[in-house]
């Protein structure tokens, strides 16, 4: 019976989280260890996804799953809406790189997961980047934070990748009228030629 109870109460947190939880959320509210061991190896009750992290099957959100347990990584004892709502925070991270590119709708990118924050961490399953974000470099995109356009592009053209793969990126910027071709160059600085050698419409 105490394991039904700290299911339902697992059910209870991780409803309002997208279905996921902590290992140090579920202890504050009095979850045993033993308990959560027990939940983990029950089929379809908790399922761990690694570094103390867990997901709840029947609540899971496939979409944007990903993303929202990376930035769960970042802080595993506060919840999700707690970190969008303070996404420059010392203890908050932010998507970056090719996670921001994706949230902001472009295809065919590699799936990496990256995240920016304000001081070194080691975050497990992350390429973490450190650096300090201003108000305007961070957006909400489906309830989660995300560099904006402009950064994701700064970032993008400073991070080694090929310049065919950070094209796409551009391409869909250009197309969604979200840069122009100067801005684009702009931002990119360095790797601005690699990157706009593959696009007629910089040409």
Not at 155 to 160: A, E, F, H, T, V
């Amino acid at each position: 019976m105490a394991l039904l109870e700290d299911y339902v109460e697992v059910l209870d947190l991780a409803a309002g989280n997208a279905g996921l939880v902590t290992r140090p959320q579920l202890l504050s509210v009095g979850i045993t260890p033993s308990s959560i061991a027990r939940l983990a190896d029950t089929p379809r009750a908790l399922s761990p996804l690694g570094g103390g992290l867990y997901v709840v099957p029947v609540l899971e959100d496939l979409r944007f799953g990903r993303q929202r347990a990376a930035l769960q990584r970042v802080d595993p004892d506060r919840w999700l809406e707690q970190l969008a709502n303070d996404p420059r925070g010392e203890r908050s991270g932010v998507l970056s790189h090719h996670s921001a590119a994706e949230l902001h709708g472009a295809p065919d990118l590699p799936e990496e997961l990256h995240v920016t924050v304000p001081r070194r961490r080691r975050l497990s399953g992350l390429t973490a980047h450190i650096a300090r974000l201003g108000a305007a470099d961070v957006v909400l995109v489906e309830g989660l934070p995300v560099t904006s356009v402009e950064r994701t592009t700064y970032d993008l053209g400073r991070w080694s990748m090929d310049g065919e793969h950070r094209s796409r990126w551009i391409e869909h910027c250009l197309d969604g009228g979200l840069l122009t071709v100067d801005a684009a160059r702009r931002l990119l600085g360095p790797s601005a030629e690699d990157t706009l050698m593959y696009l007629a419409a910089a040409v």
